[in-house]
């Protein structure tokens, strides 16, 4: 009886090393990106896709679309504000949206759709189902389109009353200037 061994072309490659292959396969980062990528998460650490990100290889909207076929989850843009229920949105805590980068979208068959930059978080997971007190269907986001959307939930309203006043300020100034 013979004892199969492992050689060093079977053994199987981590997570970042399988998306990194499908980025290079798909033509969107070449071997040589991919190398200087996985040097740099060496070095500082974080997931292949934040330092494709980091490093300007790779932008973060690109990278959302590629996980979500990758993960075989849905891709949520977030540049139409009408598919987020503010209510439900700032029903979670500012801080947590903030810290795991995330946004709780609407409520669908019982569950919480949120967008997230990384849908494979489980702690982001369980604090917004614990926050929350229902599950969650997560969904992936472009991590930019999600902290403007964040900033937007949470202090919209401030944004555009800080807008309307420096419109009056501006008109006031073009008023008081001598013809």
Do not use: W
């Not at 974080?46 to 891709?75: C, F, K, P, S, W």
């Not at 472009?142 to 401030?158: F, K, P, Q, T």
Request: net charge negative; aromatic share 2%; proline share 5%.
């Amino acid at each position: 009886m013979s004892r199969i061994s492992k050689s060093p072309s079977v053994v199987k490659t981590d997570g970042s090393r399988q998306i990194g292959d499908l980025l290079v396969r798909k033509g969107l980062i070449t071997p040589e990106e991919l190398l200087q990528a996985l040097n740099e998460q060496r070095e500082k650490g974080g997931r292949l896709g934040e330092v494709l990100v980091r490093l300007q290889i790779l932008d973060d909207l690109t990278l959302g679309n590629v996980l979500a076929e990758h993960l075989a989850i849905e891709y949520v843009s977030l540049d139409d504000p009408s598919k987020i229920d503010p209510k439900i949105a700032r029903a979670l805590p500012e801080g947590i949206a903030k810290r795991f980068c995330l946004l709780a979208l609407r409520e669908e068959n019982g569950k919480l759709v949120t967008v997230m930059a990384d849908p494979l978080d489980v702690v982001a997971i369980d604090t917004v189902m614990l926050k929350m007190q229902r599950p969650i269907r997560p969904v992936i986001g472009a991590a930019g389109e999600i902290r403007r959307a964040i900033e937007m939930v949470y202090h919209g309203s401030d944004i555009e009353e800080r807008q309307i006043r420096d419109l009056v300020a501006i008109e006031n100034d073009v008023e008081e200037e001598p013809a």
